[in-house]
C-alpha cells in the first residue's frame, strides 16, 4: 500500500518540529512494512517582497496578522504535491495541514488529521484579520469536502466541523491528543502515588503567554502563597525573570537528547500540571503530563475537555476561571488525598490507553487501511 505524506512547514521526521505530532504520525505509518510512505514537505517558502510589504503594513495598522498562508503557498505547494502524486502514484494521501491541498484535484481517499478548523480559532483567538478567515475558510472548506476522513482531537472540534461545513459523521473520527514520549523516560515513571502535600510543585508549559494564560498562573501561585500554601511554579517555554515562588525554565530543543531528558525531568518534578489557556483546540502537554500521572487543571475551552476528564484525570474549570478558581481547584484537592491519587491513576492509565503515538498509530493505520485497494 502507497501512501503519500504531505507535510506543512515543518519536517515531520524531527520531533522537536511544531507540536510533535507530525513526528508522532509519521513514525506511525513509517513503521508499518506493508505502507511505502513517501514524503512530500516541508513546505515552506518564503514570502514574495510585496507580500512581505502587505503583511507589514497591515499589521501596524491593525495589530494583526492579516492572513496565515499568502497564495502564493497554496500555489507552489499543489505543484510539488502533483508532481509527487505523479511519481508515487499513492492510494492514499495524509496530511495535517489543509492549505497545501487546497489546489490540488484529488482522484485517491485523503485522510485528513486536525487539531482545530478555521471558525475554533477565529471565534476564540482572533489572530488574523476578517478578511483572511473568510479566505480561510473558503480554503479549508475546499479540502474538507474532497476529505474522504477527518480525524479530530476533540469533540468540541468535531461537532464544529459538522455544523459550519455540513460534514457527516460518518466521515468524522475522534481521539484525544496524543503525545510523544520515548520509552525510555516511561520506565522511569515513579510508580508511586504521591500525596499532593505542601509546598506544591505546579508545572506550566507553553509559548505564547497571553494565549496560554501565564499571567493567570503566576498569580494562582502567588495567591496560594499569600493564603498560607507554598507553592513553586516552574514554567516551561518561556524566559522570564525568576521570583521567590516561579522559575522560568526556558525553551528546550527535543532533538538534543540531554535538552529532551531534562525536558520531560519537569513532569517527574511536577504534582500538578496548570493549564490555564484562554484557547487551546486540544494541548499535547496535557497528554505528556498523564505519562507521568501528573493531573491537570484547566478551564473549559477548546478542546480542553477533551483532552482531561473532568473529575477523572483532573480539573476542567469553566471558561475564563479566574485566579481565585483555580487556587479553590488546588486546595481542594489538598484536602482530598484519595481523589488526587484517582486523578494521578487514571491520568497515567489513559496515556497507557489512547493518549501515546503506539495507541494512536494503530487507530490511524487502521482508518487509512480501510481505503487499502481490493
Known sequence: ?????????????LQN????????????????PDIDLNLVGPLDFPWSIPEKAVMRIYGRMASKRLIKYPYSYIRKSAELIRTAIQQTKPDVIFSRYSAPLVNVELKVPLVYMCDSIVPFTRDLAAEFSRAGYRLMEYWERRVIEKSAKIITYSQANAALIDSE????????????IPAFVPEEFLRQVDQEQKLLDVPLRLLFVGKRPHLRGVDIALETVQRLNAEGVPAQLRIVGMKGEDTDTA?????YDKENPEELRAYFSNFTWAQLLLHPSRFHAAAIVISEAAAFGVPAITNNVGGLATTVLHEQTGVV????????????????LINSPERYRSFRENSRRRFLSELNW???GKRLVDIIREFEPG
Open 1 to 13: 500500500m502507497k501512501v503519500l505524506y504531505v507535510a506543512g512547514r515543518w519536517d515531520p521526521r
Open 17 to 32: 518540529e511544531y507540536s510533535g505530532n507530525d513526528f508522532g504520525a509519521y513514525q506511525a505509518l513509517k513503521a508499518q
Open 165 to 176: 461545513y455540513g460534514v457527516s459523521r460518518g466521515k468524522l473520527v475522534v481521539f484525544p
Open 247 to 251: 522559575r522560568f525554565m526556558g525553551v
Open 317 to 332: 474549570l469553566p471558561a475564563g476561571s479566574s485566579p481565585d478558581a483555580y487556587c479553590a481547584a488546588i486546595k481542594s
Open 358 to 360: 503506539d495507541s494512536a
